[in-house]
């Protein structure tokens, strides 16, 4: 039998927390919230890391048991929850004041969150490159970690991340040619379409000079133009990071989310934005705690610190092709129907016996 204490291991955990400043003689009251807060947060990284686990086994080979892809959905759903956790716990860390951090801060030098191996996983296995990366003190970013785990995030890199697996998944949706249908070429006839009549409404507008008809049908040819340049076989190379037909099978998903077999994927790649996004806005209030705790004084690792920070959320975006997809949608009333055969396809199909 295991008792409640033993099975948590509390004596252990509980423990675990040894404030630098009471090393020195003089604790600081809220060294403790500090070590908490952080402890944590790895407790919580270390479950994204398992969730990940599964994901990522789930598209890792050539073909999908679409039995599966709910699993995968769940998974990161668990990480979009876990993500919303991180952002509100910096409200707890803010009930710290400054005057009360700088009482053991010093204490701190050279740790830093640069250290964190578990983050550095969660950000390679998703996707985040080294390329991608703001450098820092002109050094590798995992130089700020130790040599074995230097290692293994090197020996990672190598791998497959989750947005390859995802670009590979996506490439193979069937239902972009079927028969006698060409997504691109019926998105592409439906773009011109509603355009078209987007211009017949201009130029039967008698309130409109000729000079106003003329500049706007000239940003209706633009945006028609921009529109189905998704549709093009070069458009990866156009600074995309998804392949040509990754990009289309997500715009397919998106217009035809309606459709059953459209369901799981749409939401899936709705966590995948939730994820970037929730990221994001973590490393966003992370920055903000750092100014308002240290100003612009350098972080304990030796960055500008909130500079720094405020900049890997911007600039730190895994999914970002998904985000920029909205911009090639059209609306829902313009959406060119499916044919029959890809419709059936895409929808359950129950037979009376």
Known sequence: MV???????????????????????????DELLFIIIHQTYELWFKQILHELDLVEATF?????DDAF??????????????????????DILETMTPLDFLE?????????????????????????????????????????LRAQEQAALL?????????????AWLARTPFLVMEDYDFAEAYRKAVAEMFENERAIVQSNDSLTEDDKNRQCAAFDASEASLTQ????????????????????????????DEPAAHLPFQLLSLLMDIDELMAAWRH?????????????VGTGGSSGHGYLAETATRY???????????????RSALPPLPGAVQSAMRYQYSAK
């Open 60 to 64: 890792a080979g050539e073909q999908m």
């Open 230 to 257: 998704i549709l093009g076989d070069q458009v990866a190379e156009s600074g995309w990071r998804f392949s040509d037909k990754a990009l289309r099978s997500a715009l397919f998903i998106n217009l035809y989310r």
């Open 285 to 297: 209030r992370h920055a903000l705690l750092v100014q308002r705790m240290i100003g612009a004084k």
């Open 104 to 144: 053991f801060r010093d204490l701190l030098v050279p740790a830093s969150g640069f250290q964190s191996f578990q983050w550095r996983l969660i950000e390679t296995r998703l996707g985040l490159r080294p390329e991608d990366r703001i450098a820092f003190d002109g050094q590798p970013f995992e130089k700020k």
């Open 155 to 167: 020996a990672l890199l190598k791998e497959a991340s989750l947005v390859d697996r995802i670009d």
């Open 3 to 29: 008792d409640y204490p033993d099975y948590l291991q509390l004596d252990s955990l509980l423990s675990a927390q040894a404030l630098e400043s009471a090393k020195h003689g003089t604790p600081a009251r």
């Open 317 to 331: 975006r895994i999914f970002g092709d998904l985000f920029a997809l909205t911009t090639y949608l059209i609306p």
């Open 69 to 90: 892809l709910s699993d995968a959905v769940h998974g990161l759903g668990r990480i979009v929850s876990i993500l919303k956790v991180l952002v509100n716990q910096v």
